[in-house]
T-cell receptor
Framework: GIQVEQSPPDLILQEGANSTLRCNFSDSVNNLQWFHQNPWGQLINLFY???GTKQNGRLSATTVATERYSLLYISSSQTTDSGVYFCAVSSYNTDKLIFGTGTRLQVFP | NAGVTQTPKFQVLKTGQSMTLQCAQD?????MYWYRQDPGMGLRLIYY???????DKGEVPNGYNVSRLNKREFSLRLESAAPSQTSVYFC???????????FGPGTRLTVT
């Protein structure tokens, strides 16, 4: 089945810093989503981005489908950005989402 | 609109007890999913339902049963709970023709 790898596993930042999170996947996909899991456990949809680039405020994402990776950019990080960021994909023959193991981000004031 | 709701939010069971986790959606989506999340890991698919009246196994179905009661509701049943089923359970939905999935707030289950 399709494999999803995220890096780095952990990231510690000071408020105001920028960061880049990476997601590599092993096969062609028809779905790629980025989620933020906040400290209360809630999963928040950030982007649906199987290809191309999207931006939403301080967050943006780029997926290069031909090279099988996606990047999530967080600019001017805030303490509320803390939590775990998951990448999840599904391939063309299934709608089952496969999750990576996440990047744990901690932002300190 | 409430989106995707799950009940209960928290539950503690003893080994061997049974319970049903409920999921309901008001998004009129066709597909519904049950995932589990273990500490330090991503989510893994337990069961899913592509439409009312159909269900299929995911990655980790053993020890669980599901019922797609109608288009709105998808329940997950543990017939005889085991400590290995201690986890956070998430329900998700997807609209026909779309790929993006939308998640409920989760149910935290502890089996002692």
């Amino acid at each position: 089945g399709i494999q999803v790898e995220q890096s780095p596993p952990d990231l510690i930042l000071q408020e105001g810093a920028n960061s880049t999170l990476r997601c590599n996947f092993s096969d062609s996909v028809n779905n790629l989503q980025w989620f933020h899991q906040n400290p209360w456990g809630q999963l928040i949809n950030l982007f649906y981005i199987p290809s191309g680039t999207k931006q939403n405020g301080r967050l943006s994402a780029t997926t290069v489908a031909t090279e099988r990776y996606s990047l999530l950019y967080i600019s001017s990080s805030q303490t509320t950005d803390s939590g775990v960021y998951f990448c999840a994909v599904s391939s063309y023959n299934t709608d089952k989402l496969i999750f990576g193991t996440g990047t744990r981000l901690q932002v300190f004031p | 609109n409430a989106g995707v709701t799950q009940t209960p939010k928290f539950q503690v069971l003893k080994t061997g007890q049974s319970m049903t986790l409920q999921c309901a959606q008001d998004m009129n989506h066709n597909s519904m999913y049950w995932y589990r999340q273990d500490p330090g890991m991503g989510l893994r698919l337990i069961y899913y339902s592509a439409s009312e009246g159909t269900t299929d196994k995911g990655e980790v179905p053993n020890g669980y049963n599901v019922s797609r009661l109608n288009k709105r509701e998808f329940s997950l049943r543990l017939e005889s709970a085991a400590p290995s089923q201690t986890s956070v359970y998430f329900c998700a939905t997807r609209d026909r023709g779309e790929f993006e999935q939308y998640f409920g707030p989760g149910t935290r289950l502890t089996v002692t």
